[in-house]
C-alpha cells in the first residue's frame, strides 16, 4: 500500500510546482489522492535533521502510517492490531468476497475526498483489515 522513490535531483530535474530540493536535502514527499500530483511535503516532528529525524525507526512508521493512511497490523498474529481494528476485523470476518469488495471500493471512493488526518488514518487500517481478510478466503 505504500511505496518510496528515490529521485537524483542533480540527473533528473523535476518541474512544475513540486520545489524539489528547496529546503535541502532530503525533499521529501507523498503523494495520494487527496494531495494530487502537488503531493505534500513532510513536516519535521523534531529540531534534528530530517535524514536523522526519518531514520529513527519511531519517526518513520509514524510517517509511512500518517500520509501512506495505512496500518501494521497483521490479523494472523494480531501483532500491531489495535482493538478498534480487530473489532472491525471480528465484524467482517466471514463475510463473502463481493461484500468485502463493495466494502473496499466504497473505502477506495472515500479515500478521493478529503478528511482529517485520523479519519484518513482509520480509512487505511479499515482497507489494510479487509485487504487481509480477502486474502484468507
Known sequence: MVTFA???LAEDRIGGPYQAGAGGWPTVRYFNK???Y??????KKTSKAMCDELGDDQ???AYVEDAGATSPCVLATG???IDKEKDFAAKWKGKPADELDKQIDRLKG?????MKTD???????RMNVLA???EEL
Do not use: F, I
Not at 472515500?110 to 478529503?114: I, K, P, R, Y
Not at 479519519?119 to 487500517?125: E, F, N, P
Open 110 to 114: 472515500m479515500a478521493a475526498g478529503s
Open 38 to 43: 502537488e503531493g505534500k511535503p513532510y513536516d
Open 6 to 8: 528515490d529521485v537524483n
Open 34 to 36: 487527496a494531495t494530487g
Open 59 to 61: 519517526y518513520m512508521r
Open 79 to 81: 501483532e500491531d492490531c
Open 119 to 125: 479519519l484518513r488514518k482509520w480509512l487505511g487500517q
Open 132 to 134: 487481509q481478510l480477502k
